[in-house]
């Protein structure tokens, strides 16, 4: 097929576009087929999940009330959603003020300030885990929720998305509102941050992404089951009774359609995101 | 003066702003950083430095790096990490080729007729399978059947924005959860890839059995001779740019470990011992980094004969997947007659030490072909002038030649990113998939350094081992992180 010269005549050979859509449509099932596996076991019962025909005789819904029977699965929900929700809370805040910082205030020494801590996003997260756990050992944070936000709280990340949005705000904003009398705060309060939505929104949604799935400080810090998070509580849920794979499919299941369900309505400012997230190079 | 005191009360202001984020991080990465630095130059022990046994510590010097050297659990966990990251160029190639297909279905108006027809037939297709055989065997192929239609007449009403949702899914939903769900799909009795794999190997030994003369010399010459003849190719491209001047020595470097890196590698999965996997480790190491270095911008002005991005990297991603496929079948063509005699079994996936490796980065890809990258390419493809084909066409460009001088060229700047990110993350990565998955193992094959770095620190509690490890894979994350800070690609390179 030859590409794509933007075709003046649609309806010339609708055909070739045909095929274009049903090879599409063929890889768009390839990459979801996991996912009706999913769905599918999650409806079988014990036999039936070591049966290789995909579907049950009959949907057993019962699996997913037998879930909550067999792992707090509802507490490590609302577990990842307390963490997540706080650590993107104070994320975004602390991003926010960082960027107003760093793109609206005039203070000598800036930008070389803010490249320093751009940098810093090159550091790796394991070689900080290790004293990170003992300092949660010594501070008694350890097993806590505290110490599972405390330090996803900050980000030079966020901070550099939100600045390189604020950065696209028009200058005259700043000075009207100073005009009007307006202090530095309430411009960041008043003028930017409810201008600056969309970027916020955008760094919400991978902060909370990014925290919901997040496995290995969570796996390390939290010692009883009551406060495990999603991730942790899935893996112990497979750890403990891996063998009935139709619970574990019904668990899996629970912890994926959120996701989906969020992906479909959020999408297109997550798409928008990872562009303004990448152009730093 | 007062000029003085308004700058600083400016400062004052600027980092009152800031405080928040500075304070976090000093105490949870600066500090942290500081910690982990020393303790890679102590003994410390969880088990003999602990609340209740505080034995003194002491200063290691440099006893945990000289451990390290030669410890060969690190040599080849490294090895293994870097294994991982030729799942890159596969991931790569998937990516750009959904970017191209979702540009080209988005450009292209298809009458909404025919796919309705389409969707039409399939729908009654499945319908019919459904009356012929009853819901419980066939009733799958009615509910592919239906998605399919769904998704066919979705895509073609929406201009292909649903592949696009579809494609990404995997990506935004990775984690410990699909892990899981990956652990019952490699599962070798129940899961669905060997049921679905066990009838065709079936047939598979049966023309084997048939025609054994084939597979035993006829394959492995094959792909014998197409090695030889790739390497030799290779080797005349390298000496004729180098005589033309377009090539330095870093290059003609670069070109020769590109062809040997994952060969060596590949030696490593058969798990032909260590010093292996650790040369072949440098060697890839040192390739990418010759590869890099040799670029244009690393030494100053451009000298315009060194053309080397475009044709250097896209080798490297092709060459990849070849020479494995080639290794693959030179190796396995000469085995297939004895193993097909006893029939062919579908792998033993995750608890096989050869299969563990490919098999997560089968999944891993699966993650990878919708993700950012392919993301960044769709803005990629947008933003290249439409002029550049228009005058393609006018000179009559067959579809390879406006690829591979036009578009390829033009996202050379995004594969760059793509590349230098997939080796920084790949470094580090593998922590989640060993743990959840494979424990590591099946005899370590799947132990990335991260997760070396777990059980030496969290396992057996040896902090300071642990740390100095952390360190090693710091300094060479961040080889790869100052390449990216320096070269970093606000245009076009090519």
């Known amino acids: 097929m030859k590409p794509s010269a933007p075709s003046s005549d649609p309806t010339a050979r609708p055909a070739r576009g045909l095929g274009l859509h049903a090879l599409l449509t063929g890889l768009s099932l390839a990459m979801v087929a996991p996912f009706a596996w999913m769905v599918l076991a999650s409806l079988k019962t014990l036999p039936e999940a070591s049966d290789p025909a995909w579907l049950p005789q009959a949907a057993q819904w019962g699996n997913y009330p037998e879930v909550f029977r067999v792992i707090p699965f509802l507490r490590f929900a609302a577990n990842s959603l307390v963490v997540a929700g706080w650590v993107t809370l104070l994320q975004v805040f602390t991003s926010a003020l960082a960027a107003f910082s760093f793109s609206r205030l005039d203070w000598p020494g800036r930008d070389r300030v803010f490249f320093l801590y751009l940098g810093t996003m090159m550091l790796p997260g394991i070689v900080m885990l290790i004293p990170n756990y003992e300092i949660m050992v010594r501070f008694g944070l350890m097993d806590s929720f505290l110490g599972l936000v405390l330090p996803s709280a900050f980000s030079a990340f966020g901070t550099f998305l939100l600045r390189q949005f604020m950065l696209g705000l028009p200058r005259a904003l700043d000075e009207a509102a100073e005009m009007d009398g307006a202090g530095k705060w309430q411009i960041f309060w008043d003028v930017i941050l409810p201008l600056s939505r969309p970027g916020l929104v955008t760094l919400a949604i991978f902060t909370f992404m990014g925290n919901y799935h997040s496995f290995f400080w969570p796996f390390v810090m939290m010692k009883t089951v009551d406060n495990y998070t999603l991730p942790v509580g899935l893996l112990f849920f497979d750890s403990e009774h891996g063998q009935a794979t139709h619970l574990l499919m019904a668990a899996v299941t629970m912890s994926v359609v959120p996701l989906i369900l969020i992906f479909v309505v959020l999408q297109r400012q997550l798409i928008r995101g990872i562009q303004i997230g990448a152009v730093k190079g | ?494």
């Open chain 2, 1 to 494: 003066m007062n000029r003085r005191v308004r700058d600083f009360r400016r400062l004052l202001t600027g980092l009152a702003y800031l405080l928040p984020n500075i304070a976090g991080f000093c105490a949870f990465t600066l500090v942290p950083l500081a910690l982990s630095f020393a303790m890679a130059f102590t003994n410390w022990d969880i088990l003999r430095h602990n609340r209740f046994r505080q034995e003194p510590l002491h200063w290691a010097g440099l006893e945990n790096f000289a451990r390290l050297l030669a410890d060969p659990q690190f040599w080849r966990d490294l090895g293994n990490t870097l294994f991982f990251t030729l799942g890159l160029p596969f991931a790569i190639a998937g990516s750009l080729g959904a970017a191209l297909l979702l540009t080209r279905v988005s450009r292209r108006r298809t009458a909404l007729g025919p796919a309705l027809v389409v969707a039409t037939l399939v729908l009654v297709a499945s319908a019919a399978v459904l009356l012929a055989g009853g819901l419980a065997q066939r009733g799958v192929l009615v509910l592919g059947g239906t998605m399919a239609a769904a998704v066919l007449v979705a895509g073609v009403v929406t201009g292909g924005t649903i592949y696009r949702t579809l494609f990404y899914l995997p990506h935004f939903t990775a984690g410990v959860a699909t892990f899981v769900l990956w652990k019952k799909l490699y599962n070798p009795h129940t899961g669905p890839f060997n049921t679905a794999l066990a009838p065709v190997l079936d047939g598979l030994s049966a023309v084997v059995r048939g025609a054994p003369g084939f597979f035993t010399y006829g394959v492995p010459v094959l792909c014998g001779a197409a090695a030889l003849a790739a390497a030799l190719w290779q080797g005349r491209r390298l000496r004729r740019r180098w005589a033309d001047g377009e090539a330095g020595s870093a290059a003609i470097v670069t070109g020769t470990l590109t062809l040997g890196g994952p060969l060596g590698l590949f030696l490593h999965w058969q798990g032909q011992g260590g010093w292996v996997a650790g040369g072949a480790g440098a060697a890839v190491v040192a390739g990418l980094g010759g590869w890099i270095l040799r670029q244009p911008r690393c030494w100053g002005p451009r000298r315009a004969a060194d053309t080397g991005l475009g044709a250097e990297l896209s080798l490297a991603l092709a060459g990849v997947p070849l020479l494995l496929l080639l290794a693959g079948g030179l190796l396995l063509g000469p085995a297939l007659p004895a193993l097909a005699a006893t029939g062919l079994e579908p792998p033993n996936w995750l608890g096989d030490y050869a299969w563990a490796k490919p098999a997560l980065m089968l999944m891993a890809l699966w993650a990878a072909i919708g993700s950012n990258s392919m993301i960044l390419y769709l803005a990629g493809l947008s933003n290249i002038p439409p002029e550049l084909y228009e005058a393609a066409d006018m000179d009559g460009a067959s579809a390879m030649q406006r690829f591979w001088h036009i578009t390829w060229p033009q996202l050379a700047p995004i594969t760059f990113f793509i590349a230098v990110m997939g080796v920084i993350n790949g470094l580090q990565g593998g922590f989640e998939m060993a743990r959840t998955m494979t424990q590591g193992g099946p005899a370590g094959s799947t132990t990335t350094l991260s997760y070396f770095i777990f059980t030496q620190g969290f396992e057996t509690g040896r902090l300071g081992y642990a740390s100095a490890i952390a360190w090693v894979l710091f300094g060479l994350v961040l080889v790869f992180s100052l390449l990216n800070f320096r070269f970093g690609n606000r245009d076009v390179n090519d």
